[in-house]
């Protein structure tokens, strides 16, 4: 463990790292703690004796010197992190009984799903346009010919089609059965979409590892409103997503504003939608959500308000994010193959040790 740190005369950090049996035993334990706290991270190193020198010590030279290794370490933490298997589950059952009742009324653009239908004006080109940002040259007519993307909770495919007749390879998933079964049935008229879409009963937790890294942008429209598990849920959408890939969601605010007229109005009043659709203590704020996705690697770019109109059906963007609002993030576009704690931290180190065996501070520190 870390005995201790002191200033050095040249503003550096002086940290000495203790054997079991003092300064003068030959044995270091392998096991080695360091904790760099910065937004809340903390990190664990794994580090093997021979990165410190005889005097088990090293110098840090400046702030910026001190923690440059575990910078470059950070880079490999999300590839470290550990895939969800199928033991593990976001899905709500009692959220997939509600939808499985509304199953067969996905595609009235008048029933309960028409605000869902009016949304379409706003996230397909709000997902299209990011998208384009990120191609240098598309076909007209196909703007998003050669992407995969995949559609999580993709209900009766609302969603799904249209970003398939953009010209990308579309993946819906669902775990209610009824719902692909809805989907499947209005694509298959669509000969041309029935190419380019695949629907799949499944949750996201159920297809991580078989497709770890696979797609260009991952949509989660109206959906992390309704899972269990948050955090579980964003982790996943980050580990099945290509680096620079982007990350599409529209959801719900947690606010009074949001309880009254997103529970209270909108199911209780004016039955826009079926009563227990939402659970308020499942919105999540703009400022919630962007903390778990920057601890998973992604980087947000854009949040914007949207407004629904209930009596003209019709959405539009705002500037107040109070109720509903989009998110687009992207993810880290590191793609160096992953190395081991150990080698990141060891060039560093060992370059770091060089410099302490003349640094003067360092030998009055030792003589004490």
């Known amino acids: 463990m870390w005995g201790g740190g002191k200033l050095g005369s040249s503003g550096g950090w002086f940290l000495r790292v203790l054997g079991r049996g003092g300064r003068n035993t030959k044995a ?43 910078n470059r370490i950070k880079s490999f933490r999300y590839r470290w992190a550990r895939l969800y298997s199928t033991s593990q589950t976001t899905v709500d059952s009692g ?48 703007p998003l010919f050669g992407m995969k993307i995949l559609d999580v909770g993709c ?41 380019r879409i695949e629907y799949r009963v499944c949750s996201l937790e159920e297809i991580v590892e078989e497709t770890a890294e696979t797609f260009d942008a991952v949509v989660a429209s109206e959906v992390v409103e309704h899972v269990i598990d948050l955090e579980t849920f964003l982790q996943c959408c980050c580990q099945v997503l290509k680096p620079s890939g982007s990350l599409f969601i529209t959801t719900i605010n947690k606010t009074q504003l949001s309880y009254a007229l997103g529970i209270v109005f909108s199911e209780q009043i004016a039955a826009i939608v079926p009563k227990g659709t939402h659970t308020w203590e499942k919105f999540v704020s703009p400022e919630t959500l962007e903390s778990i996705l920057e601890s998973n690697g992604l980087s947000v770019q854009t949040v914007v308000g949207m407004l629904y109109n209930p009596f003209s059906g019709y959405w539009h963007w705002s500037e107040n994010t109070s109720l509903n609002y989009a998110a687009h993030a992207v993810k880290s ?3 160096e193959h992953p190395m081991s704690a150990e080698f990141a931290f060891k060039g560093e180190a060992e370059e770091l040790q060089a410099n302490a065996c003349t640094n003067p501070a360092v030998h009055e520190e030792l003589k004490k």
């Not at 760099?36 to 010197?65: A, C, D, H």
């Open 28 to 70: 270091v334990r392998p096991l080695i703690s360091s904790v760099y706290v910065k937004n809340q991270l903390s990190w664990i190193l794994q580090i093997k004796p021979g990165v410190f020198n005889e005097y088990r010590t090293m110098w840090f030279k400046s702030y910026r010197m001190t923690f440059s290794c575990l």
């Open 95 to 142: 959220e997939v009984k509600t939808f499985l009742a509304l199953a067969h009324k996905w595609w009235d653009e008048q029933g309960i799903y028409a605000p869902l239908h009016s949304m379409n004006d706003l996230r397909v080109p709000f997902i299209r346009d990011n998208l384009l940002k990120t191609i240098p040259n598309h076909q007209p007519g196909k």
């Open 155 to 195: 209900g009766g495919g609302l969603l799904t089609e249209p970003l398939g007749r953009l010209g990308a390879s579309v993946i819906g998933i669902d775990p209610v059965d009824e719902n692909i079964k809805t989907a499947q049935c209005h694509k298959s008229f669509d000969p041309v979409l029935d190419k």
């Open 333 to 335: 576009g590191v793609q």
